[in-house]
């Protein structure tokens, strides 16, 4: 069942997004050359602190860190660890869920360390202009996989793949709520998009 938010859910949730974008920002310098994976995470757990918002990862059973940290090959769901130490030439995909006043946000973005392969930066550019379109296509009459459709198309013009086994989601009083959103399929199908649905568009690609 998908959830509808009310306006004081948006407004909590807009503003835990605003805060989580800000932690980004404030990591940004130290994603760099001999920081470890562990030690980054440890640092992203204490900004999301000084902005009040929950690692809502640490609350998943059986996992102990604040982020995912996904490096070069790994796609999602890269486990923090002080044996993996960046390096120059590495693209590290950083992913957090914050959570604040009862709510959950979602937020990934992708890092280069020193200089990166050409192969590496046009892979993100892709990635990146498939979230702009599927985001394009989230507004009210539309359907679920208007935005699944977009993405696929905009992924396999750029010459690249979507991931099948992974999906983005609806989010709001849990990290993941329905409707499960894929990254491929046809346009027209699925449930409508109505105000108060929160999508979380999750573009994986190879």
Do not use: W
Not at 33 to 53: C, F, P
């Amino acid at each position: 069942m998908i959830s509808i938010k009310n306006d004081r859910a948006l407004a909590i949730m807009a503003e835990a997004g605003q805060r989580l974008a800000k932690v980004f920002v404030e990591i940004a310098p130290y994603v760099s050359t001999g920081i470890s994976t562990l030690e980054l995470d440890a640092l992203v757990e204490q900004k999301m602190q000084a902005e009040k918002l929950l690692p809502v990862c640490k609350g998943v059973p059986g996992y102990r860190h604040a982020t995912c940290i996904s490096v070069n090959s790994g796609v999602v769901h890269g486990v923090p660890s002080e044996k993996v130490v960046l390096k120059n030439g590495d693209l590290v995909k950083l992913d957090v869920v914050g959570g604040f006043q009862g709510y959950c946000v979602d937020m990934a973005r992708s890092f280069f360390i020193g200089e990166p392969s050409a192969a590496a930066q046009n892979l993100v550019a892709i990635a990146q202009k498939a979230l702009d379109r599927g985001i394009e296509l989230a507004y009210p009459g539309k359907h679920l996989s208007d935005i699944s459709a977009r993405i696929q198309e905009e992924v396999e013009k750029g010459g690249y793949g979507v991931v099948r086994c992974f999906a983005g989601h609806g989010i709001g009083k849990k990290l993941h709520e329905d409707p499960e959103i894929p990254n491929y399929g046809k346009p027209g199908k699925g449930p409508i998009l109505k105000v108060g649905m929160v999508l979380a568009i999750e573009p994986m690609i190879t």
